[in-house]
């Protein structure tokens, strides 16, 4: 077995604390995508420092996103770091850490929808990204409540080996998760993010896939990521237009 066919653990600095409206959906591990798309297998296992088993990923999944998310910060001129985060109600979230670095965050349940669906992944990471690059989360922020911020614990090392994980941070907190964006937030956020996609060679049809699965998949289990994504048959009538308009 290579270095690269080993876990990934995640070594958790004392849990994680959340003082974030009842809305939000806490997460207790957080792998950075960078260390898993190495991987030489089909199958990632994360696991914690103590071996139990918490998530088998699809490393083919993991290299897309990373691929896609590389991608789209050529064109945005902006650097983020991808996050996979435990989760089984879908959700994704944009975020800056305490060192002012900008993070992306997606969950397992959402990484069940976006499956190997390079231009749906192209439309989400392109949206949060959007919404880092235009602020919309310290503008928001700006006038919310400060017990609003959940602070997770915690450092990422890459398999049994302990190799560090590029410094993600052993100390992350995040202020933007429970964000919820005006609709003039989500539309700035849609269009730019539907460009950007485009630019990088992506289909702006992918947004209309995504939330099209996202809305009808919470007609039947709690969607935290409607609590900041707010979906439904306007909004995908809406991005079906945007996607016309920015098809060749």
Request: hydrophobic share 45%; glycine share 8%.
């Amino acid at each position: 077995m290579n270095r690269y066919q080993a876990l990934l653990l995640i070594i958790v600095a004392g849990g994680w604390a959340v003082g974030a409206p009842a809305a939000g959906q806490p997460f207790k591990y957080q792998w950075n995508i960078r260390d898993i798309a190495v991987a030489d297998d089909d199958e990632v296992q994360l696991r914690t420092r103590n071996k139990r088993l918490i998530k088998k990923v699809n490393a083919s999944q993991m290299r897309i996103l990373y691929a896609v998310k590389s991608s789209i910060e050529q064109v945005a001129e902006l650097a983020v770091e991808l996050i996979i985060v435990d989760g089984d109600q879908p959700n994704a979230f944009a975020a800056k850490n305490r060192k002012g670095q900008n993070i992306i965050g997606i969950n397992f349940a959402m990484l069940d929808i976006l499956g190997l669906d390079v231009h749906a992944a192209a439309a989400l990471i392109g949206h949060e990204m959007a919404h880092l690059k235009l602020s919309h989360g310290e503008k928001r922020r700006a006038s919310a409540d400060s017990s609003g911020v959940m602070k997770v614990l915690g450092g990422v090392a890459l398999s049994s080996l302990g190799i560090p994980a590029a410094g993600l941070i052993s100390d992350m907190t995040i202020t933007a998760l429970e964000t919820n964006y005006s609709r003039d937030n989500e539309t700035e956020a849609d269009y730019l993010g539907a460009i950007w996609a485009v630019e990088a060679g992506y289909e702006p049809e992918g947004a209309v896939r995504l939330h099209a699965e996202v809305y009808k998949l919470s007609k039947s289990m709690p969607m935290p990521f409607l609590s900041s994504h707010p979906s439904g048959p306007q909004r995908i009538a809406t991005l079906k237009a945007l996607s016309r308009r920015l098809s060749p």
